[in-house]
């Protein structure tokens, strides 16, 4: 009885022991967290933010010819495409691209179906805006060059 | 002696102020700082050098928000319990020594008054947990009363052992008694019994039944805001520091250490406890309440008996 | 300077003495059983502070610990455990109530009467504290391992009776 | 001084220094805690929001209305019997104090044999409460009433 009391007192100081192990190695390794905004985090390839357009290298211009594939596809319904042709061009180009960010639940079909490749995923995770509004119409052409320039460009600022 | 020299008492008081509040903001910032790096994060980083003038960020907040009673609670208690729980602290850090010469002032009785003085830091949280009139409240209150029946006796024993051996109670005479080896090496079950003592005194974490915010929200200081509310948190990292002030001069020979300054030596040691009680709370799970009290009664009070009657048996042959 | 020592001495001396009184006055008087306690840890206090001023920190501190630290918490872990329900704390005072009153200012009286022909010693020394010890070794022995027994049999006498219910309940009386 | 004489203690003229020096020590540090911890309180009040509502006075109960009041809370009577028992070891260890006090002046072997007995017998109480398992946490022995 009395060697059975002293194992058990030896033995629960020697688990604290292991736990006190434990957490000092914690405290001496490298943290895993990062202090945004001052710093970010590589994000992986792979990773999935709102989608984007992607432009055409040389020009700049959006891949895209508004066929209104990802439009169709997209479960949620939340992609309007509207395009014409720009002068002396032989592809549609659009003019009005806009996410429905509120319903989009980035399953990504929408860049699979696209035949030219003209969609991807950006690497945009701090959004942030006022209102509501800002992400029910997120207008994907604003970031990329227009082939109409000389209408009148339908700009929106967004966070 | 014991003159009563009125510069000498001006530099006291502002020096005890001076170390409570300085005491609360270090251990504070190295509390936070301790937990985050043992869950992998970086704790406090935004105010001043990494984060260390968060306190004092904190406490202006405090400082500026209205203090809130319930209607039912009794006012008097309420309003006296954060009081009683930090002013015996000033009295408490009086017989601590620093140095050989550096000491607030010295009396005969110094370790008696610091163990006395502990007591009514658990009154205060009885009185709060009593006096704001809610159950979470009144929990951690009884839970607090709870845990003196289960540490002060084992405590009180490691205390006899270490004036046995010094054969006075001036702290400053047993620090000085230990110029050579240090009591922790003499005595390391009264050590480790005493650090156990003052994580249940203290009332931190595995031992912090009178607070588990895991069952009680906030225990005794539920009800508590604003500076009331961070009057209860200065006194227990003041009284932290009364009770790691206390086993460095019984245990780790107080000033004494080579090369360094002495006082800088007893700061180093006491702030080692320190970070050795936050580090202890970071790793333990909380304890129920019938485990810390068959703890006490069934291992910490037969083994610190034991130690004690074995060294006075020693030091009588 | 001396004169002045005494002055602030007296004058602390009464503060004391009030606290003391009042701490007393408030146990009694109280209506919640909460406050009661309170009185009765001031009152045990400023009794702390009495030995203090008729020279002994030493027996001051034992005063605190013993009544402060070890009979108060009992008392307000029992509070805790039973405290009654409702607003109605305790019962008015009886009239009997002028007993324990009257009966201790007779007995101060006759005391003081009793001591008022002595002369005065001046006022008290620091106790040396190591002088209890050697007396509780030597001339007070006895009573000393008395309290050792004494206090034992209370407490198993006390657990025995507090422990009755359960064996009954147990059915092994 | 001799060790049998309390009387000399008591006798001889002024307060003794060190009493007045401790005490004034003292009370200037009680003097200075309780405005250390008064003055923020008063500050707060003075600069804080005074918001009101009736919902401010409510006891906080994790949002839900509160059910009953605190003081209608009842504990385990059981637990007192760590009280008793408590009470009583702390007492007769305090009376230790003194003795330890002068242990290395030469008490010598029948000042531990005094103080063993006092401490035995004292344990004695602890032990006849383990045996009947008062420091045991059994649902039966909580329903002690």
């Not at chain 2, 205390?159 to 003499?186: D, H």
């Amino acid at each position: 009885m009395i060697t059975s009391y002293v194992h058990e007192i030896v033995r629960g100081t020697g688990s604290l022991l292991a736990g006190m192990k434990v957490t000092i190695k914690a405290m001496l390794s490298r943290t895993q967290t990062v202090q945004w905004p001052r710093q970010y985090l590589t994000l992986p390839q792979r990773f999935r933010g709102h989608i984007q357009l992607v432009p055409v290298e040389s020009t700049g211009y959006p891949k895209c010819f508004a066929c209104g594939n990802c439009a169709r596809t997209c479960p949620s319904k939340c992609i309007t495409v509207k395009g014409k042709k720009p002068e002396g061009a032989k592809k549609k180009s659009p003019t009005t691209f806009l996410l429905d960010f509120t319903k989009c639940s980035l399953c990504g079909l929408c860049v699979e179906s696209c035949p030219v490749s003209a969609l991807g995923f950006s690497k945009d995770y701090a959004m942030a805006g006022p209102s509501r509004q800002d992400f029910a119409e997120m207008d994907l052409l604003s970031s990329l060059a227009s082939p109409f320039s000389t209408q009148a460009s339908k700009e929106k600022d967004h966070g | 002696m014991k003159d009563i020299n009125l510069l000498h008492i001006v530099i006291s008081l502002l020096g005890i102020m001076g170390m409570v509040s300085l005491n609360a903001v270090l251990v504070v910032w190295l509390e936070r700082k301790t937990a985050g790096r043992m869950q992998f994060r970086h704790g406090p980083m935004e105010v001043g050098f990494h984060g260390i003038l968060q306190t004092l960020a904190d406490g202006i907040k405090l400082v500026s928000k209205q203090l809130v009673a319930p209607s039912h609670a009794d006012t008097a208690l309420f309003i006296m319990a954060p009081v009683v729980s930090l002013v015996p602290i000033f009295v408490a850090m009086m017989p601590i020594p620093f140095s050989a010469t550096i000491l607030a002032h010295e009396t005969d009785t110094g370790l008696l008054l610091v163990i006395a003085l502990g007591l009514l830091n658990t009154l205060g949280i009885l009185l709060a947990g009593w006096g704001s009139d809610n159950k979470y409240g009144l929990l951690g209150g009884t839970r607090a009363v709870g845990q003196i029946l289960a540490y002060k006796i084992p405590l009180l024993l490691t205390v006899l052992t270490i004036v046995i051996l010094a054969g006075s109670f001036s702290l400053r005479e047993i620090a000085m008694s230990q110029n050579g080896l240090w009591n922790a090496f003499m005595q390391p079950v009264a050590f480790l019994i005493y650090i156990v003592c003052i994580v249940l005194e203290t009332n931190r974490s595995p031992f912090d039944m009178a607070e588990a915010e895991s069952e009680l929200v906030a225990g005794f200081h539920t009800e508590y805001s604003g500076m009331a509310f961070s009057m209860f948190f200065l006194a227990e990292y003041s009284y932290m520091f009364v009770a790691a002030a206390l086993a460095t001069v019984m245990f780790l020979g107080g000033w004494h250490g080579p090369i360094l300054p002495a006082p800088i030596w007893f700061i180093l040691k006491v702030y080692f406890l320190l970070f050795l009680m936050i580090w202890f709370r970071w790793t333990f799970p909380r304890v129920r309440i019938d485990q810390m009290l068959m703890m006490g009664w069934k291992v910490l009070l037969p083994i610190s008996l034991i130690n004690f009657l074995i060294t006075a048996v020693v030091l009588a042959l | 300077m001396d004169n002045f020592i005494f002055k602030v001495y007296y004058l602390s001396f009464a503060i004391v003495l009030a606290q003391t009184v009042a701490g007393g006055v408030l146990a009694v008087a109280a209506k919640n059983l909460i406050h009661c306690f309170l009185g009765m840890v001031v009152a045990l206090i400023g009794v702390a502070g009495l030995y203090y001023h008729l020279g002994s920190p030493f027996i001051a501190l034992m005063q605190v610990m013993i009544y402060v630290g070890a009979v108060c918490v009992a008392i307000a872990f029992g509070l805790s455990l039973t405290r009654k329900a409702g607003e109605e704390g305790l019962k008015p005072l009886s009239p009997m109530a002028v007993v324990p009153v009257v009966l201790p200012a007779g007995m101060l009286a006759a005391t003081l009467k009793g001591l008022s022909h002595l002369e005065k010693t001046g006022m008290p020394r620091k106790l040396d504290e190591s002088i209890i010890g050697w007396q509780l070794l030597g001339n007070y022995l006895f009573p000393f391992e008395i309290i050792s027994v004494l206090l034992t049999l209370a407490v198993i006498g006390a657990l025995s009776v507090a422990l009755i219910r359960r064996r009954e309940k147990n059915g092994n009386i | 001084m001799e060790h049998g004489t309390f009387i000399a203690a008591t006798t001889g003229p002024g307060v003794d220094p060190s009493i007045v020096a401790d005490g004034f020590m003292m009370a200037a540090l009680l003097t200075m805690g309780t405005l250390f911890a008064v003055v923020p309180l008063v500050l707060a009040t003075l600069i804080a929001p005074r918001e009101t509502s009736p919902k401010l006075g409510a006891i906080y109960e994790c949002g839900m209305e509160t059910y009953g009041r605190a003081r209608d809370a009842r504990f385990g009577v059981f637990y007192y019997l760590y009280a008793l028992l408590f009470i009583v070891f702390e007492v007769d260890v305090l009376y230790l104090l003194p003795i330890v006090r002068i242990y290395r002046q030469g008490v010598g072997l029948t000042g531990f044999l005094e103080m063993l007995f006092f401490v035995a017998v004292l344990f004695l109480a602890v032990i006849y409460a383990w045996k009947k398992g008062v420091l045991k946490w059994e649902q039966e022995a909580l329903s002690l009433r």
